[in-house]
């Protein structure tokens, strides 16, 4: 592969399954076996339905994302950052792990947002995660804001819900301004992210992706693996650093 002189990454949720952390739409994915969670993950029913965030609070608190480390993919992008080649790194995950492993976090660009804080629907307010879920430890199975009483939830995007136009903008950027975009472990079926692929291949980027199901976009890449990430991944981005020396 010709060196590229910036590399922008999107990251889904199949990069983080070698950490524990399961995906959504894989074959064993949180969805692919509970339908109705994805159902229940929209902004109107978390609002509507009390035993909904009761749940959620549940999950929340029992995530395997708590005790997850960073794996290879993780690291294979920090080692692409101290190249000098990564743009920037943009992120459907919330699990804050490529920032743990050591992605410097003016590269992260959080699509849909952290697991590790929570914030008020009301009034805004932005708490650690970790207090509120002390909460539900002790008892409130579905506590609410200390500020004003209103719903809270995780500082995530929900389905229903629009990305921060900030985040979006620079996501945007990114796609438009690389020589290669790199989506990795995502199914590409979610907008307004899988759509980066396009503005970067409007751009003339080359497009290369990198997970274990066929996406909409193989037809128009450049490349597509579909091996194993932690194994994939941490190859693809020897090669590209060394194409580059």
């Excluded at 029992?62 to 190249?83: G, K």
């Excluded at 136009?165 to 989506?183: K, Q």
């Amino acid at each position: 592969m010709n060196a590229p002189s910036s590399v922008s990454v999107l990251t889904g949720a199949g990069v983080s399954t070698d950490s524990g952390i399961p995906d959504f739409r894989g074959p064993q994915g949180v969805w692919t076996k509970n339908p109705r969670a994805e159902a229940d993950a929209t902004i109107d029913r978390y609002l509507a339905d009390p035993e909904v965030r009761r749940a959620s609070w549940r999950s929340r608190r029992d995530s395997p994302a708590w005790r997850a480390q960073p794996n290879a993919a993780h690291q294979a992008l920090v080692e692409l950052e101290h190249a000098g080649l990564l743009r920037a790194l943009i992120t459907q995950n919330i699990d804050e792990l490529h920032q743990r492993a050591g992605s410097s976090p003016e590269k992260v660009i959080e699509l849909h947002g952290t697991m590790r804080r929570a914030e008020c629907l009301s009034c805004d307010l932005i708490t650690p995660m970790e207090e509120v879920l002390a909460r539900v430890d002790a008892g409130e199975d579905d506590p609410p804001c200390p500020r004003c009483g209103g719903i809270q939830k995780a500082n995530t995007i929900s389905f229903g819900q629009s990305l921060k136009p900030e985040v979006l903008g620079a996501a945007l950027d990114a796609a438009r301004t690389c020589e290669l975009f790199l989506a990795v472990g995502t199914s590409l079926t979610v907008h307004p992210a899988a759509g980066l692929c396009g503005e970067a291949l409007d751009a003339g980027a080359r497009l290369v992706i990198v997970n274990a199901e066929p996406t909409p976009y193989d037809p128009f890449a450049d490349r597509v693996v579909n091996e194993p990430i932690g194994n994939a991944l941490p190859t693809l981005v020897k090669e590209l650093i060394d194409a580059a020396r």
